[in-house]
């Protein structure tokens, strides 16, 4: 069992910045494999990137390749995305997910726990 709490969502104009967090349990934290997905309003959930807990590998949607980066701090139990140069294509509500495996993947079906998503907006 493990609750992932999601802030730093908001509104912002295009091309500004917003970071991400999202806490989860300390018990298990260390163990897990680390993500984000999105949803915006009318479509499919969609993968974002994700940090393993075995090398710390990361992988990064196309979409999102050399805007945001994601990272994670074990001691404090936390997952960050760093959200930077930001489009209006990017607002989405932005779920935390976690994996029980060593590594991640890109389907919903591949994460065992879901926080409850916190709300990106980026106006033009």
């Known amino acids: 069992q493990v609750q992932l709490v999601e802030s730093g969502g908001g509104l912002v104009q295009a091309g500004g910045s917003l970071r991400l967090s999202c806490s989860a349990s300390?018990?298990?934290?260390?163990?897990?494999?680390m993500g984000w997905f999105r949803q915006a309003p009318g479509k499919e959930r969609e993968f974002v990137s994700d940090i393993s807990w075995s090398d710390g590998g990361t992988n990064y949607a196309d979409s999102v390749k050399g805007r945001f980066t994601i990272s994670r701090d074990n001691a404090e139990n936390t997952v960050y995305l760093q959200m930077n140069s930001l489009k209006p294509e990017d607002t989405a509500v932005y779920y935390c997910?976690?994996?029980?495996?060593?590594?991640?993947?890109?389907?919903?079906?591949?994460?065992?726990?879901w926080g409850q998503g916190t709300q990106v907006t980026v106006s033009s």
């Open positions: 300390r018990r298990t934290f260390s163990s897990f494999t």
């Open positions: 997910v976690a994996s029980y495996s060593p590594y991640g993947g890109r389907a919903v079906r591949e994460y065992d726990y």
